[in-house]
């Protein structure tokens, strides 16, 4: 049970306090607002997922280990003055965070690896421009940056507070707070129609044509953090809504689109029946092909309970030489699995997030 509930009540108990005190006669009225967190409770115990058993878990943090290693190798031989895209330095973020959640890096070798992580992001000043050699932004990287940031910090601030390396965890957690604080996603919104451009041309200043679709839309993340920070209003949420609803039944993705629609699952919680959860079933049909990448399939399975997971070790076995980025958001998605899925946990609890988790259940369609 996330805290923010009993954070609610216990706001709930103060201001009815006030008002007994100061405006007896108010409270009749305001008793349904004081007591409209409650269904969040059920909501909660009822759609989240119960973790996997013991031993689903430990073949989940099995290969997530195998994969980190895969991970670790792979960035160790990358060019070192290549500059990282966004995706590229969030998993450089969270990926060392997962080795500690695995236990397979101690406290002090995962400050190490985040001061070199966090360097990293400093030095590109803002947005990080896509790849190959584009003078542009992606709206859906940056998103998936700013998770990565948000989720950074709140896991420091849980070490922090229980003691763990307090100096040098401390230092850290401010540089992401920094970071998190210097994301701007306000210029990228489309005032008449409500939604977020798909990207931005740094070199001529001008936003990229198309806009965000859906809630199937790879820049959900930079949607729901730009709400969170005050950046992007509430209603901005309610037009991916209406644009779902008007666009769903479109059709299967291909294997890019997929991926994009599955990598905020790593960090955002996709409760079941809910249009969160039905907009990511085409790419999960999406996942279950054959010829489905390494990183896709370990996306999809949060999706799918239950699900065997021989065939992505085979695969994880048979792709040594798979991408930074493939091994990358596969061990974020293993790492949900093995740990009870630690990293939606961090997203959720981060103070910023906390007023806006109702999101997630306000989008849950009548019966």
Partial sequence: MLPEFWRAALLALVI???????????????????????????????????????EGQGAFAELARRCWTLY??????????????????????????????????????LVSRLDEALGAVERLRGHPLTGGGLRGLSTSESGMLAAALIVLESALERMRRAGVAS????????????????????????????????????????????????????GLLASFVAIAEGQL???????????????????????????????PSVFLWFPPATLLEDAARPAVETASRPEASL??????????PGSPVD??????????????????????ALTNLA???????HFHRHW????????????????
Avoid at 339 to 345: M, P, R
Wanted: net charge negative; with cysteine.
């Fill in 352 to 367: 910023r997030i906390a007023w806006i988790d109702v999101l997630v259940y306000e989008t849950k369609e009548a019966p």
């Fill in 233 to 263: 209003p509430l209603r901005h949420w309610q037009r991916l809504l209406e644009s779902h609803l008007e666009t769903r039944g479109a059709g299967t993705p291909d294997a890019h689109a997929a991926v994009e629609q599955l990598s």
């Fill in 16 to 54: 009815a306090g006030a008002l007994a005190g100061m405006n007896p006669g108010s409270l009749p009225w305001a008793s349904p607002m004081l007591v409209a967190w409650v269904p969040l409770l059920v909501f909660a115990r009822k759609d989240r997922a119960a973790p996997p058993p013991e």
């Fill in 167 to 218: 100096a040098s965890i401390e230092a850290c957690e401010a540089r992401a707070r920094a970071l998190r604080e210097g994301m701007d996603f306000a210029f990228l919104h489309d005032a008449s129609s409500g939604l977020l451009h798909e990207g931005h041309d740094v070199g001529s200043g001008t936003p990229a044509p198309r806009l965000q679709a859906a809630f199937d839309d790879a």
């Fill in 72 to 109: 670790a190798r792979a960035c160790d031989s990358r060019d070192a003055d290549a500059k990282p895209t966004a995706v590229d330095a969030a998993l450089g973020l969270v990926a060392p965070l997962c080795a500690h959640h695995l236990g397979c890096l101690e406290s002090a070798a």
């Fill in 339 to 345: 740990c009870d899925d630690i990293l939606i946990q």
């Fill in 295 to 304: 990183h896709l399939q370990a996306l999809a399975l949060r999706f799918k």
């Fill in 311 to 332: 065939g992505l070790q085979a695969l994880l076995e048979a792709e040594p030489l798979a991408s930074p980025r493939s091994l990358g958001l596969t061990l974020l």
